[in-house]
């Protein structure tokens, strides 16, 4: 009789071929699952930013307006797209703590299993077992992978490190587009995009990229307004498209709400963050642009802690 770790591990061998065998994904030049998804118009996103282990906001959130039944409606094609980051703890005090993380993956595990054409996961940051992803001096990535061979084997962890491999960059609709951290400085194409892989720094970037707010010369790891100018660009989008991203702290409203919009005037740059702290937010597109939503209609206790 098949037990709960092998059931587990059969679950996300078919996330993962969900995943990589998403319809709108794009295969790159070796003909692998590419970095870029590109949505048409008939498709709308439900957009879940940095969860950082909060299982019961993203549950909040599916409950939310009855985001859960979209995912089942026959009629529009609505799809949950999570931004990165939903696993590591980021509160004071708790980033060691696993099972958080483990526990909100499961529930993504099943939501992808009941929806496999209605899910995207982008990658971010924090999805990955490489010891040299620190916060706070932390080695969150090589903590959860310790704690995940201790709870359900090697098997199985190693299906999650193919996991975190296998996701997409970026997603591009008509006049939209949604990434982790931000645009690559300088620019990106839509071939780079589907090719990414290949291109370490530039993967790099799309999941590390800050929004560089002050003034003075920024570092390798900020993008300026110029670089979504030039992103656009290249990409062959419209001037006004809206670019929603993750990662970034939140100095402006996003203490009070998770969400910051029109980044330092940089008009429909928008950076959300659906953790603990927050408003619980997410975008849904419909009618042809994107609502602003709150799972949670009263700010709870608890502040925000921010990688660096």
């Not at 307004?225 to 006004?240: F, G, N, Q, R, V």
């Amino acid at each position: 009789m098949e037990n709960e770790i092998d059931s587990k591990t059969k679950q996300l061998e078919g996330v993962i071929k969900n995943i990589q065998l998403y319809k709108y994904r794009l295969k790159d030049k070796n003909n692998n699952p590419g970095g870029l998804i590109e949505l048409p118009d008939n498709v709308l996103p439900i957009i879940v930013g940095d969860l950082h282990s909060n299982k019961e906001y993203l549950k909040l959130i599916m409950d939310d307006d009855g985001n859960l039944d979209k995912l089942r409606s026959k009629d529009k094609e609505y799809v949950l797209v999570i931004i990165g980051d939903a696993i590591h703890n980021d509160q004071t005090g708790m980033m060691m703590e696993q099972p958080s993380s483990m526990h909100i993956l499961d529930y993504i595990f099943d939501i992808i299993s009941e929806f496999p054409d209605r899910v995207i996961y982008i990658k971010g940051n924090h999805d990955t077992f490489d010891p040299q992803l620190r916060k706070s001096g932390i080695a969150q990535g090589a903590e959860f992978k310790n704690f995940l061979i201790k709870t359900r084997g090697e098997d199985y962890t190693a299906k999650i490190g193919e996991f975190f491999d296998c996701l997409p960059f970026f997603i591009k609709g008509s006049n939209y587009v949604i990434t982790h951290a931000g645009p690559v400085r300088g620019g990106i194409t839509r071939d780079e995009l589907i090719n990414v892989n290949y291109d370490a720094d530039k993967a790099f970037q799309l999941q590390w990229n800050r929004v560089h707010e002050f003034r003075g010369n920024p570092s390798k790891r900020e993008y300026s307004e110029e670089d979504i100018k030039e992103t656009l660009s290249k990409l062959d989008m419209p001037a006004d498209s809206d670019f929603i991203v993750g990662h970034n702290p939140l100095w402006n409203t996003g203490d009070k709400t998770g969400v910051w919009e029109n980044v330092i005037g940089i008009k429909n740059h928008h950076i959300i963050y659906s953790g603990t702290g927050s408003l619980a937010p997410y975008y849904i597109r419909e009618d042809g642009k994107f609502n602003l939503k709150f799972a949670l209609k009263e700010k709870k206790s608890g502040g925000f802690d921010y990688d660096r």
